[in-house]
T-cell receptor
Framework: GNSVTQMEGPVTLSEEAFLTINCTYTATGYPSLFWYVQYPGEGLQLLLK?????DKGSNKGFEATYRKETTSFHLEKGSVQVSDSAVYFCALRTFSGGYNKLIFGAGTRLAVHP | EAGVTQFPSHSVIEKGQTVTLRCDPISGHDNLYWYRRVMGKEIKFLLHFVKESKQDESGMPNNRFLAERTGGTYSTLKVQPAELEDSGVYFC?????????????FGPGTRLLVL
């Protein structure tokens, strides 16, 4: 079946450090891939997405590249800020059978310290 | 433009009681989804409405859960009777169109605690 695996947290970094959150997936067909973020006390927000192999999604300094050969969609940011502290969810969507549901990973909590 | 809203933001009930969660999607969005996150685990799909019709309810855990979307606007999710394992955060999302370019917009969630 379809699934998403992402690295366990929490991830603790100092401000301006480099961030990588690993995400790999298993899917039939050609899924679209997403990163959602949940800031404290808020709902899920779409951070970035990629709909086909080799696409790079980017937003707010975050990037992720859709790698079909390694079935991965790792999230990176060159210099994190305290305001990036949140829970990050990797997700996929496949249209197998016509369904539009998102399949999420377990989430990775990021804590950035000054 | 108002985002997806959910009510209540928090609910604490005792086992065996009934709780009804409400979701108001973004105006004009035909697609409405319910998801939940239990005990810090992954967020799981519950069901998908297109207007007032249930498109996919494969994620509904059992018949204690009943979702409705009368008139194709807001939706309610009723849990009756609630069990301890129903505790978690229930998210609602909406989108204007399905397909490759679909983006689902999420609400802030309802935190449900069953004691």
């Amino acid at each position: 079946g379809n699934s998403v695996t992402q690295m366990e947290g929490p991830v603790t970094l100092s401000e301006e450090a480099f961030l990588t959150i690993n995400c790999t997936y298993t899917a039939t067909g050609y899924p679209s891939l997403f990163w959602y973020v949940q800031y404290p006390g808020e709902g899920l927000q779409l951070l970035l997405k990629a709909t086909k192999a080799d696409d790079k999604g980017s937003n707010k300094g975050f990037e992720a590249t859709y790698r079909k050969e390694t079935t991965s969609f790792h999230l990176e940011k060159g210099s994190v800020q305290v305001s990036d502290s949140a829970v990050y969810f990797c997700a996929l969507r496949t249209f197998s059978g016509g369904y539009n549901k998102l399949i999420f990973g377990a989430g990775t909590r990021l804590a950035v310290h000054p | 433009e108002a985002g997806v809203t959910q009510f209540p933001s928090h609910s604490v009930i005792e086992k065996g009681q009934t709780v009804t969660l409400r979701c108001d999607p973004i105006s004009g969005h035909d697609n409405l989804y319910w998801y939940r996150r239990v005990m810090g685990k992954e967020i799981k799909f519950l069901l998908h409405f297109v207007k007032e019709s249930k498109q996919d309810e494969s994620g509904m855990p059992n018949n204690r859960f009943l979702a409705e979307r009368t008139g194709g606007t807001y939706s309610t999710l009723k849990v009756q009777p609630a069990e301890l394992e129903d505790s978690g955060v229930y998210f609602c999302a909406s989108s204007p169109i399905a397909g490759l370019q679909e983006t689902q917009y999420f609400g802030p969630g309802t935190r449900l605690l069953v004691l």
